[in-house]
Antibody, heavy 120, light 107 residues
Framework: DVHLVESGGGLVQPGRSLRLSCAAS????????MHWVRQAPGKGLEWVSG????????AYADSVKGRFTIFRDNAKNFLYLQMNSLRTDDTAFYYC?????????????WGQGTLVTVSS | DIQMTQSPSSLSASVGDTVTINCRTS??????LNWYQQKLGQPPDLLIT???SLQSGVPSRFSGSGSGTDFSLTISGLRPEDFATYYC?????????FGPGTKLEIK
């Protein structure tokens, strides 16, 4: 059974950094692109970043470009999101998501999310 | 970036009704359009990929159609568990943008 478990969220001051982790199990992690999607409380979904299976293709939403870095460790089955220069509008639940086989943008498995709160 | 719009933003309906949610993209995305259902406090569930392909396990009362820039999700014969928020998402090109969502409420 596919399992995605995010961790690393919490309360952080504006301008500080935070690193999110996503532990993946139940599938061959190294074969799949992976994504981060966020959702501010009471708001809609926002795709944040995606990384190909071998890290050769990486993309970011304009809202986080230059501040966030996605990376992965295929040996440990972990996905990460390094978030720097955090702003209050980065406050959200952050989900890691796995795409369907052969459909890199169709997110068929999601973690339960980790809440990041940026506030002074 | 590809912009997404959805209509309506909210919808009231009764059990047994048939409802349609629309999604429009700012450029031609062929059929690279997916639909998700999200219930309160839960992550989204993938319902439909490729504009019209039902995910395994999704009831046949859900259907999707469209191509190019105009798409729709239809739920025929609403059941109590269908009251949720629905999002479209394009997977044609990065960034993989989502629509703003349609909240389906019980009348």
């Amino acid at each position: 059974d596919v399992h995605l478990v995010e961790s690393g969220g919490g309360l952080v001051q504006p301008g500080r950094s935070l690193r999110l982790s996503c532990a993946a199990s139940g599938f061959k992690f190294e074969n799949y692109a992976m994504h981060w999607v966020r959702q501010a409380p009471g708001k809609g979904l926002e795709w944040v970043s995606g990384i190909s299976w071998g890290s050769g293709n990486i993309a970011y939403a304009d809202s986080v470009k230059g501040r966030f870095t996605i990376f992965r460790d295929n040996a440990k089955n972990f996905l990460y999101l390094q978030m720097n220069s955090l702003r209050t509008d980065d406050t959200a639940f952050y989900y890691c998501a796995k795409p369907k086989t052969a459909a890199p943008g169709c997110l068929d498995r999601w973690g339960q999310g980790t809440l990041v709160t940026v506030s002074s | 970036d590809i912009q997404m719009t959805q209509s309506p933003s909210s919808l009231s309906a009764s059990v047994g009704d048939t409802v349609t949610i629309n999604c429009r993209t700012s450029q031609d995305i062929n059929t690279y359009l997916n639909w998700y259902q999200q219930k309160l406090g839960q992550p989204p569930d993938l319902l439909i990929t490729g504009a019209s392909s039902l995910q395994s396990g999704v009831p046949s009362r859900f259907s999707g159609s469209g191509s190019g820039t105009d798409f729709s999700l239809t739920i025929s014969g609403l059941r109590p568990e269908d009251f949720a928020t629905y999002y479209c998402q394009q997977s044609y090109s990065y960034p993989y943008t989502f629509g703003p969502g349609t909240k389906l409420e019980i009348k």
